[in-house]
């Protein structure tokens, strides 16, 4: 009785895990409870943003609060399912290893998910505590529950990755122009034509940036000549700016998709000679063994 009750138990945990874990499904696709789990990820974004609005009447409010919590105990149930089936996992069989499965990245943004708002919940028992209101804004941590489901996501962050340098290369730029645009707007228009909205280098920061980024709300913006000549030239590099990260992206993200594309045909192309070779085997054992039946025909010498 004993063995059969941990026979069944083993087997819903291997069905389990493969209906959670996208690396151990066998079926292209996403399983069936991964979608319910990113349809109550959507759910609870289309949730956050009504408990935001003030004109809902307090009834429907509290309403809101237990359809919350019905999402909150469904995340921290697809979080201990997790962990109990990460062990059919041989990386992550035994106490050591649950619980480096549970200090991945991906579930501590599981638990994160949840966690938190919950025990704030429980400990204030005031949904309209401001502080629950901050530990919401962490519902957006769900985003990674989509990402790991998504490849997309995946290609994303290894093009990110691959081109980390020529980003971070980027950036140093970006930051050195905004810096000395800002510095030069404050000793023209600061220190030159005593405007106050230039009168310090942190001031001119937010017009260097909304300049660079093509943003320009306008509500700082230079009138003297020197100052418009200046700005003109921080606008046009502004472009170049921009541009460059979105150019170095572009062709990682290339890369990568050729990348993958390459070594799924060169892992086709391995798998189809490995069929050519067992095909070529067989054949060879099929031709050895009617040889041998030919020869058994032959009569023997007395």
Known sequence: MVVHQV???????????????????????????????VALVVFSFILFALETEPEIPAVVRGQLGWVNWVVLSLFAL???????????????RGFSGRVRYALSFYELADLAAFLPEMLWLLLSHSPDDPMVMFLRALRLVRLVKIARFVPAFEIL??????????????MAFAFALV???????????????GRPQFASIPRALWWSIATLTTVGYGDIYPVTPLGKLAASVVVVAGVGVVALPTGIFASAFSDELRQREQARLALLEEIRDDIEEATDAIEDAVEDVEAGLDMSHLPTSS
Do not use: H
Request: charge should be positive.
């Open 7 to 37: 026979a069944v138990q083993a087997g819903l945990r291997s069905r389990l895990y493969s209906q959670l874990e996208p690396r151990a499904r066998r079926k292209p696709g996403v399983s069936l409870a991964n979608v319910a789990v």
């Open 78 to 92: 697809e979080y201990v399912l997790r962990l109990w089936t990460c062990g059919e996992d041989p990386r992550y």
């Open 157 to 170: 962050g290894a093009a990110i990755r691959r081109a980390r340098n020529q980003l971070l290369a980027a």
């Open 179 to 193: 810096f000395v645009a800002a510095v030069l707007l404050y000793m023209i228009e600061g220190i030159g034509a």
